[in-house]
């Protein structure tokens, strides 16, 4: 048995994806948040809809065929921001090269996660 519901809303979680593939490609951060607050909003009704619909109604296999197009192109899209992040910090490097070496870094020169040594020491009088 399949479901009318189906067609719509997945056309419009292709159609913001398709935004966000296009905005990444621009790299314009800012709307690269927003394209994707709005197509994480689009995935969440996509998936109640799934849940209110119930176990017994059967997604057609060419629904299942388009989400299985749409998780290979996030980890397509997953890899373009990685590369783009990495030409990021290749360019600070030549823009603001490192100057010595500083006390509480990790790798980088602008900085790391701090880590905890698991030690406190008491000062006792």
Do not use: C
């Not at 800012?30 to 176990?55: H, K, N, W, Y």
């Amino acid at each position: 048995m399949t479901h009318p519901t189906w067609g719509t809303p997945l056309d419009l979680v292709e159609q913001q994806f398709n935004e966000v593939s296009a905005f990444v490609a621009e790299g314009n951060p800012d709307q690269i948040v927003v394209a994707s607050a709005a197509l994480q909003r689009m995935l969440v009704d996509f998936v109640q809809l799934r849940e209110t619909l119930g176990p017994r109604v059967k997604v057609p296999p060419s629904v299942v065929a388009r989400l299985q197009a749409l998780a290979e192109g996030t980890r397509v899209l997953r890899t373009q921001m990685h590369r783009q992040a990495a030409m990021v910090e290749q360019s600070l490097k030549v823009i603001m090269p490192s100057g010595p070496e500083a006390t509480y870094t990790g790798g980088s020169p602008y900085g790391s996660a701090m880590r905890q040594s698991g030690v406190f020491r008491v000062l006792a009088a």
